[in-house]
């Protein structure tokens, strides 16, 4: 679909540099890629991070305020008779300071795999990211936006789980008239006990002209050898269901997931909304969330979102962004990754920055 051809191409891959080199019987070629994000984000109330109590307003600088800044090269050779083999390593950057972030705190703590592709499908081994997650990004109207989006959702209740995925092998299945489907399986590593750490999901997609309609489940335990500085390994429980529509340039969105995290939370998150290519160079979209806990419905939350990004070129863009999230009982959604959590009642926040592709 074209909104998430645009996601892939933003949050992902964004790479226009290529490197190449010719033999008799192969080709191959190498792109480094990456993302620069930074902006201004205000939210009219900030929690002490040990009681949660209003401190109140805060003006900062935003570290990926719309994409995730990011660099990172990939690689492809032409094997012959249809297969190929692809890599990719991918590190996040921190804007305000040159350090690691969105990662899992590690240098290639993105993406770093090594694949077999070809008409059977994809055959991947390493660090990635899960069906799970890709297909809470398919069904998301605002493409996964670090300010108010089921991005915010799902890192506040899973932290990384199901994001950077390490020590994983998954397979991609062919579109066959328009169905495909992916598994990954994540070795704990732990010597004696090999469900500790073990991390599995798989998903299932189905387009057509413009509908798509897709399913997946998340299912990890805590432990493992791949720890790393950022939580992936919570003892997380992921369900979805999701579906889009595109008529023309409004594309329509809405889906229903699912976070249980072991002795810890079981929330269900309702959310829909709409993305409108306004001009050629002028995105518009929107998007509410609600989510309840069933463990304890007094704790709940409401989210909503509206942004627009402006494309000077095909690279560079100007972004702005408003919201608000209204927290009960125990929720303390937030409404952007510069500020994940939130106090009791209702926050509201805005953000606007540039980012740029190469």
Request: hydrophobic fraction near 40%.
């Amino acid at each position: 679909m074209v909104v998430l051809e645009k996601w892939i191409s933003k949050v992902i891959f964004g790479g226009v540099i290529t490197l190449s080199c010719g033999m008799a019987q192969a080709q191959s070629s190498m792109t480094l890629y990456g993302i620069v994000d930074a902006g201004l984000l205000y939210t009219n109330k900030t929690p002490n991070p040990t009681t949660f109590q209003n401190e109140g307003g805060q003006f900062s600088m935003n570290d990926s305020g719309s994409s995730p800044s990011q660099f990172g090269m990939k690689g492809v050779e032409d094997l012959g008779g249809g297969l190929k083999a692809e890599f990719d390593l991918e590190s996040g950057i921190d804007m305000a300071n040159g350090g690691y972030d969105d990662s899992n705190g590690n240098l290639f703590g993105r993406e770093a795999w090594v694949a077999l592709d070809g008409n059977f499908g994809d055959l991947k081994a390493g660090l990635q990211f899960s069906p799970f997650f890709f297909a809470v990004a398919e069904s998301d109207p605002r493409d996964l936006s670090q300010f108010g989006s089921a991005l915010i959702l799902f890192i506040d209740n899973a932290v990384a789980t199901g994001i950077f995925t390490s020590n994983a092998v998954s397979y991609t299945s062919p579109n066959i008239d328009g169905l495909k489907g992916s598994v990954m399986l994540a070795l704990g590593g732990a010597a004696g006990d090999f469900q500790a750490g073990r991390q599995y999901s798989a998903s299932l997609k189905y387009e057509n002209g413009g509908l798509m309609v897709n399913a997946a489940i998340f299912d990890g335990n805590s432990g493992g050898t791949a720890q790393t500085p950022v939580p992936t390994t919570l003892a997380l429980e992921g369900r979805t269901i999701g579906a889009a529509y595109r008529f023309g340039d409004l594309t329509a969105k809405a889906s229903v997931v699912n976070y249980k995290v072991a002795g810890e939370l079981n929330n269900y998150v309702y959310g829909a909304g709409l993305d409108y290519t306004w001009l050629p160079k002028w995105d518009l979209n929107g998007g509410v969330w609600f989510t309840s806990d069933r463990s304890d419905t007094t704790n709940h939350s409401l989210m909503a979102a509206l942004g627009t990004e402006y494309y000077l070129s095909p690279e560079t863009s100007l972004y702005a962004q408003i919201g608000l999230v209204d927290n009960h009982g125990a929720e303390t959604t937030g409404l952007a990754i510069g500020a994940l959590n939130a106090v009791q009642g209702m926050t509201l926040g805005a953000d606007m920055g540039v980012r740029h592709t190469f």
